[in-house]
């Protein structure tokens, strides 16, 4: 547990959560969140399986099944995420992804998405990868959810590509790992114990070839959906 506190105190040191740096201080933070949280996942005992060409910069969509999910990117690949408001709050991620750059939405506000759309297109301007779970929520991971179209916007207007990738957990009997998915009514600190008990956990990270550019962010969001689909690993029970 002391190496766990040391990196979450590296990360509250690291940046100011929801705090938009210019382009050399937030490749700073998000290299520097990169390895602290490879430390955290051996520490959590995370073992990490990446395939596919993983994206320098530009801008990734993927599932949403963990609070680990932030951790387990930014280990592949120093990234800057959208995500919601509440995740500033959890404890251990929220000091991560707030330190690394992370741009916060407001899911309540609707007016929110305007800010935001603002700040993504500023930071993909940096030449920086930005993530983003277009689920609007997290699930089991036993399918992808349906992809909520609005912060594709600045990829429609930029006219870029977007990068498809899929997250799952499962252990050694290759069986979704469950108890740490983060989803409906659950509450985050028994995921957290639960990932924490388990001996192994394996993460997986599939990439797919990118997606675009797509003049309209309806078609986008809807062939975004079936690439990130068609990720997923076979034989996850």
Not at 45 to 68: D, I, M, Q, W, Y
Request: charged share 20%; net charge positive; hydrophobic share 45%.
């Amino acid at each position: 547990m002391l190496q766990l506190a040391h990196g979450v105190a590296q990360a509250r040191r690291a940046g100011i959560p929801g705090t938009l740096a210019n382009r050399a201080e937030l490749r700073e933070r998000a290299l520097r969140l990169h390895k602290i949280s490879n430390a955290l996942l051996n520490h959590f005992g995370v073992e990490r399986s990446v395939s596919g060409r993983v994206p320098s910069s530009g801008l990734l969509v993927t599932n949403h099944v963990s609070f680990a999910d932030i951790m387990l990117l930014s280990a592949v690949q120093p990234m800057v995420f959208v995500s919601k408001s509440e995740v500033a709050a959890w404890p251990v991620v929220g000091d991560i992804a707030g330190a690394a750059g992370t741009i916060f939405v407001e899911r309540k506000r609707r007016t929110d998405v305007a800010r935001v759309n603002a700040d993504l297109r500023r930071v993909l301007d940096a030449g920086l990868l930005v993530t983003l779970f277009p689920e609007g929520t997290s699930s089991d991971g036993s399918s992808v959810l349906p992809f909520q179209p609005s912060l594709l916007q600045p990829a429609v207007e930029a006219e870029l590509p977007v990068h498809p990738g899929h997250l799952s957990y499962w252990g050694s009997d290759r069986v979704r790992a469950d108890d740490v998915a983060y989803f409906g009514e659950r509450d985050l600190l028994p995921c957290l114990f639960a990932l924490l008990s388990r001996k192994t956990t394996f993460g997986e990270v599939h990439f797919g070839e990118p997606v675009g550019p797509v003049g309209d962010r309806k078609n986008l969001a809807a062939q975004l959906h079936a690439s990130v689909s068609a990720l997923a690993p076979r034989g996850l029970a």
